[in-house]
């Protein structure tokens, strides 16, 4: 329905609901009409359906970008402020800074540049160490943002991923471990999905390929190995995953991602068990090295079987969720690929669907399954 609702620390007001007063269960901040939502170290930032950016929480840096620097306590705002009026379609919230798209694929960016992070050009070492109102960063085919620490990375529309800010562990993945104030191209083409975390940086290729940079002490880059001792991450893309890899999310020292299967894998620090795998690791390293699977997908899911039926025709049938809506769609050719919807079956209570319409191998026409509402 649009609600967006808020739980934990409280402590700048960063859950909205006008009061400082830490929350255990969830709260109803506000009843309709939000659309996405990002949570930085101590500020919290949310979209609603008319393209208005609007946050709360900590400001002392100026990462709600309203034209304040909240210097004295409270240090923050406990109310929803609008901060930009329309056109925004992406938020990010970093450790104490933000960043936004516009519909016409603008980057801008506000809050702390010490380490140069709002990729502005400048690192901003003197108080008040930041900007309060937000500032365009690059102009357009901006596509994808993520927020770290103290770093920030962004898409484009080619596919190529860029990085500025905090590089000291090499979460910028340029090969050094200089911080940088504007942004700098990391990888040329075919980055699909970014995710930046404390001081680590995951992305995705169009392969379905998962590679990651930066500090890996807790094995949070998921390559076998516990850096314990200086530089304590590598500077540069490392393959971690060679396919199958559909979403990502970095956390402060632990990383998750989900295969094509639908499962769940985690590698990184586990002290608060944050990787869900039923311990706490509480004993050095404090976690796990190796991409671990937590959550396994559902038998059969998103997989097709052919039945081959008399005549040499077959018949298609797919798993998927249960009671969920799936087309049947066919083309004659894939250049262009024309298609023309078949036949629209629900799935059963176990999840099966059992296409009726059966290709016919004299026609050589293309066949296609996909989710509808």
Avoid: C
């Amino acid at each position: 329905d649009g609600s967006l609702w808020a739980m934990g620390d409280n402590e700048y007001g960063q859950l909205g609901d006008g009061s400082t007063n830490n929350m255990k269960v969830p709260e109803q901040i506000v009843a309709s009409n939000v659309t996405a939502i990002a949570a930085g170290g101590w500020h919290s930032l949310f979209l609603k359906s008319d393209g208005s950016l609007w946050a709360m929480g900590v400001d002392f840096y100026g990462q709600l970008g309203d034209g304040t620097f909240r210097t004295t306590a409270p240090f923050g705002t406990s109310q929803p402020e609008q901060i930009v009026a329309s056109n925004v379609m992406a938020i990010a919230a970093g450790g104490f800074h933000s960043l936004f798209l516009k519909s016409d694929g603008s980057l801008w960016a506000m809050g702390a540049g010490v380490f140069g992070q709002l990729g502005n050009g400048t690192f901003s070492t003197n108080p008040p160490n930041g900007i309060n109102q937000p500032e365009q960063i690059v102009a357009s085919n901006v596509t994808a943002i993520a927020a770290g620490g103290y770093h920030s990375l962004f898409l484009k529309s080619d596919g190529s991923l860029w990085a500025m800010g905090d590089n000291e562990y090499g979460q910028l993945g340029d090969g050094s471990t200089n911080n940088m104030k504007v942004p700098e191209q990391i990888v040329a083409s075919n980055v699909t999905a970014i995710a930046a975390g404390g001081w680590h940086s995951l992305f995705l290729k169009s392969d379905g390929s998962l590679w990651a940079m930066g500090v890996d002490f807790y094995g949070q880059l998921g390559d076998g190995t516990f850096r314990t001792t200086a530089p304590f991450g590598i500077s540069q893309p490392e393959q971690i995953v060679a396919r199958n890899v559909t979403a990502i999310v970095a956390g402060g020292y632990h990383s998750l991602f989900l295969e094509n299967d639908g499962s769940l894998w985690a590698m990184g620090a586990d002290i608060f068990g944050q990787l869900g795998d039923g311990t706490f690791s509480t004993n050095p390293p404090n976690g796990t090295s190796h991409p671990k699977q937590i959550v396994a997908g559902p038998p059969g899911f998103n997989r097709i079987s052919v039945q081959v039926l008399s005549g040499g025709d077959v018949r298609l049938s797919y798993e998927g969720i249960a009671g969920a809506n799936y087309a049947l769609d066919r083309t004659f050719s894939l250049s262009p690929a024309n298609w023309v919807p078949m036949v629209t079956n629900v799935a059963s209570t176990d999840g099966v669907l059992s296409l009726t319409n059966t290709p016919n191998k004299l026609s050589n026409n293309f066949w296609r399954i996909r989710s509808v509402p």
